[in-house]
């Protein structure tokens, strides 16, 4: 990355970026809003207006969050070179392998085609014509051959075994994220000062979150055998940590193993509560990056997973306006920081 003297303007359309991003009362008001149009209108009176405000369909409207995404990647890839370049053009990806995941989980699990794609956030390589074509795959297997990433497609190919084995999908997902995690891994020993101790710090929060999560959901699958499934490149959550939380009796048990890291877990009686709760706290740690020091990748990559978790939550928002859910149900179901 460049240096102060040289990045200002780098920063200062950083910032401005940031300043763009949906707020709190945002997503209030859209999920009050009395119906999915009135919600969709007032998203175009945001800067999504120029993604979404001739949008008629749905798939319209995921073309332009998709697309919202894709140019916010693209300033910032201008912004840099090199090898801070080349990590975040991999965060993307890993954002896009979220897609793939979303889209395994619903193949493996036989969701219809429509009801599939209307849950999916299309992102980058796998935009909307992309996903239409894997999810109208004949099988799991067939939709794994339809990755184009090959060393990816083997893994998924030895991972589908596994998931065949549990009946569940979540083989297959982490397949994904263990090959999506261990390019990161390597990329940012490849940075250097500043670049590589903040996108260490961003890195490793969200494996460790994850590698919590891999935990507690072998565990309840009753799979023992969990140090294979761990996601690389560790940061505070240690594999004596990981052993504690799949020997815990219960769940709250387990959730005082990782107290000292990310405090008490409100209320917390499912495991899609504690993950929603620990998401919740990753987006606060990408935001409060920008109350520091500025001069590096990681505020780069900071930016691009808020957008990620922005354009998640547009999607989900949405879907709950258009089945008429309270708007406390709705936004019980963001990640909002």
Request: aromatic letters at 10%.
């Amino acid at each position: 990355m460049r240096r102060p003297d040289a990045y200002a303007y780098a920063l200062a359309r950083v910032y401005a970026k940031r300043s763009y991003m949906l707020k709190a009362e945002d997503f209030e008001n859209m999920a009050r809003a009395i119906s999915y149009q009135q919600a969709l209108r007032y998203l175009a009176s945001t800067s999504y207006g120029p993604y979404i405000a001739s949008a008629e369909e749905v798939m319209d409207v995921d073309r332009g969050l998709a697309q919202s995404y894709n140019d916010l990647f693209e300033e910032l890839t201008r912004l840099v070179s090199g090898k801070a370049k080349a990590y975040i053009e991999l965060s993307k990806y890993k954002h896009e392998l979220e897609v793939l995941k979303a889209i395994l989980r619903a193949k493996f699990s036989n969701v219809p085609k429509t009801e599939a794609l209307r849950l999916i956030v299309p992102v980058g390589r796998y935009g909307p014509e992309v996903c239409e074509k894997l999810i109208g795959a004949r099988d799991t297997s067939t939709a794994i051959f339809m990755v184009q990433d090959e060393e990816l497609k083997g893994r998924l190919h030895v991972a589908l075994k596994g998931a065949e084995e549990l009946k569940s999908p979540y083989p297959l997902e982490l397949a994904v994220d263990r090959y999506a995690y261990g390019l990161l891994g390597k990329a940012v020993e490849e940075l250097k000062g500043l670049d590589r101790d903040w996108v260490r710090r961003l890195l490793g929060e969200e494996v460790d979150l994850k590698n919590f999560m891999v935990c507690l959901r072998l565990k309840s699958m009753g799979v023992k055998d969990y140090k294979n499934y761990l996601l690389p490149y560790k940061f505070r959550f240690t594999v004596e940590m990981a052993s504690k939380a799949m020997s815990a009796p219960t769940l709250s048990e387990a959730l005082t193993v990782v107290k000292d890291l990310w405090g008490e877990v409100p209320k917390a009686t499912s495991l899609t509560e504690v993950e929603a709760h620990l998401l919740r706290r990753l987006a606060k740690v990408n935001a409060a990056i920008f109350l520091h020091y500025g001069f590096h990748v990681g505020i780069l990559q900071a930016l691009l997973n808020l957008k990620f978790f922005e354009v998640r939550n547009l999607k989900a928002l949405l879907i709950g306006k258009s089945e008429g859910l309270p708007a406390e149900d709705i936004m019980s179901r963001l990640i909002l920081h």
